[in-house]
């Protein structure tokens, strides 16, 4: 493991804990898209912090690049610790599909983070989905599908303040979203959320 | 005999003590029988496990010294604080004076200690702290609730940072005679603590039936407390060369710190279902959170302190 990970991990743990609980599914070797309640800043960190070093190696979280990929030392956190996919999040700047360094890295076989909501909530539950994890998803159909909720969070960095506190919080792995044939966007959307929310 | 050489046998003794429980779990085990029985030996077997090693940790901190066993604690605060606030209800407000108590309070606080600042460390919490914290969370104008939720932080911080760090803090007191042994007193007073919650939960366990507080403790029962203070004031007792004390003062501290932990145990108990949990946490396996641990060590540190600071030191 690279040394700026193992620090970054043992930081996140010395903060918020990122307590794993593999509820619906076990940390196994297999594709995932990981998809979470986004909250705070330290969202990306804490589910990376709750996975085994093993899985770590070959999951990527994805990052805005209007923040994430700005240069100093949010850069290299996302960049050299987490090995992160950073993507275009306004829409101005959109070269053909924004999504598409995420199809190479799901091609190339790594398993994924996102956030479907696009941007951090206020409230403890997710908002509505965008529409991103439904084109992987149909994308991609062997890629298991595991919603995830991060717990306590909202309240360690809520959104507007630079400083986490320190509290104890719990990555809860639920079981992979059982895929239906010929559902539309919305329904698929709402049923991701859907089972985020089940874990809360 | 060097302090040097009473930790020796002090840890020779908890080691030895230690193999015997990891012993009698192992016997246990093999004769549990029923699901609910194996429940019970199981929870022992971990309750052992991670007392190797929090002695572990504690004997390394001791052998490097007075710096080393002020991180400790400050370590033991901060998690103990991270416990109490995650399972409060605290709202955006509260983010300020939250971000000072953790990362100011607790340094300040045992680098006061380390400073042999007595009279600053012990009004530091009680008064700057006391009147800084709300009127810190004040200034982010939220009036709901606001009065609870002020004095759940004071709460916290006076019992995780103020009340543990005395635990530490009997390395800053001059007692005559005693001269570079202070360490010793910290791991006395953990140690006649701990033994105490250990004994109660054994006699608990034993011949427990009259029980004290049900809905605020289920396992304490009179018999527990009575076999717990018999028991643990005499090793207590029996350990007097490791003190300032001499064999009956040291019956009598015991005693004390017994009775003081045995309060702190039930009050936080009271504190923590209060606010809707069984656990303070999952740290420590077996045990619960840090504060399950500690709970004891809080009520009992700042009082054995004092009374040793009253009638020790010079």
Redesign the interface.
Known sequence: MRPSSALLVGLVRLLVGAYPRWLGCGPEEVQRIYFANHTSHIDTLAIWAALPRGLRRHTRPVAARDYWGRGGLKSYIALKGLNAVLIERARTEQRGDPLEPLYAALAAGDSLIIFPEGTRGAEALPGPFRSGLFHLGSRFPAVQLVPVYLENLHRAMPKGISLPIPLTCTVRFGAPLPRATGEDKAAFLERARGAVVALA | MTPMAKFQWLMGGIVALLALSSAIGWVLERRATTPAKRDVVANLRARVRSWWVMVAIFAVAFLLGKGATLVLFAFAS?FA???F??LTP?R?GD?KP??LA?FVLIPAQYLLIGWDRYGVFTIFIPVYAFLLLPAFAALDDDPDEFLSRSAKIQWAVMITVYCISHAPALMLLDIPGYEGQNALLVFYLVLVVQLSDVMQYVFGKLFGRRKIAPRVSPSKTVEGFLGGLASAALIGAAMWWITPFTPLQALGMSAIVVLMGFLGGLTLSAVKRSLGAKDW??MIEGHGGMLDRMDSVSFAAPVFFHLTRYFFAG
Do not use: D, M, N
């Open positions: 901060f604080l991270r416990e606030i995650t605290t955006r983010h939250l971000f953790f946490g999952v």
